[in-house]
């Protein structure tokens, strides 16, 4: 679990920081937006200067973030997660960019959520969700230690799932076809592997982030 410190920033860029970014995001308040802020600065283990400017979170700071607080383990899927937050694709997720994709994680709707998963599945960015990338996704979720590769089954389980997921009969999945499916059942939702944290690390963080912070 990541301890709770005390911010180094001065309450009244906190907030100024917050009135701005608080108009922009969706489902946080003020304050809440102001915990996002000490939070952020806090993963970077530096406090924020006005007279500084802040690339952001880079790669391995936000891969520890995902591993610690939400569990996620998957390399390739944390990868994809940092590419999805990083939406300018400049190789560092800003404050605004976290909070963006937090707003989502923690309390995304159904469809918010469903856009968010597919495109952490689509490795390459193309738009579509290819037979290769199920492989390479799954090959890792479901590898248990000191197993052999289970290469020739996780192939049947991804024909399996194409033939079940694919709408339009392409051969692949677009977002339309990822929507549907879900739709009809929730439980694919991240099918081919975590990308959201469950509930209880979701409460876990908001709590530590949200309630620590105010009576810490």
């Known amino acids: 679990m990541l301890p709770v410190r005390r911010s180094k920033m001065s309450k ?6 917050a009135e ?29 200067s006005p007279a500084r400017s802040v690339g952001g979170l880079d790669r391995w700071k936000l891969r520890n973030f995902l591993h610690i607080a939400f569990g996620v383990t998957n390399d390739t899927i944390m990868d994809s997660v940092f590419r999805t937050f990083d939406k300018d694709n400049d190789g560092f997720v800003s404050l605004k960019e976290w909070i963006e994709g937090l707003s989502v994680v923690l309390r995304g709707t159904l469809d918010e959520r469903i856009k968010y998963c597919f495109h952490v599945y689509d490795l390459n960015g193309d738009k579509y969700i290819s037979r290769e990338e199920m492989l390479q996704m799954l090959r890792y979720s479901l590898r248990l230690p000191g197993e052999e590769d289970p290469y020739d089954g996780i192939k049947d389980l991804v024909e399996i799932t194409l033939k079940k997921m694919d709408h339009d009969h392409d051969d692949r999945l677009s977002l339309d076809d990822f929507t549907k499916s879900v739709k009809k059942a929730n439980h694919v939702l991240e099918a081919f592997g975590t990308c959201l944290p469950n509930v209880t ?16």
Do not use: Y
């Open 201 to 216: 690390r979701i409460d876990t963080f908001e709590q530590r982030v949200f309630q620590s912070q105010v009576h810490g």
């Open 12 to 17: 009244r860029m906190v907030q100024n920081l």
């Open 20 to 48: 701005s970014i608080c108009k922009q995001v969706a489902h946080f308040n003020k304050r809440e937006v102001e915990c996002l802020i000490r939070e952020f600065h806090w993963l970077l283990e530096e406090p924020a």
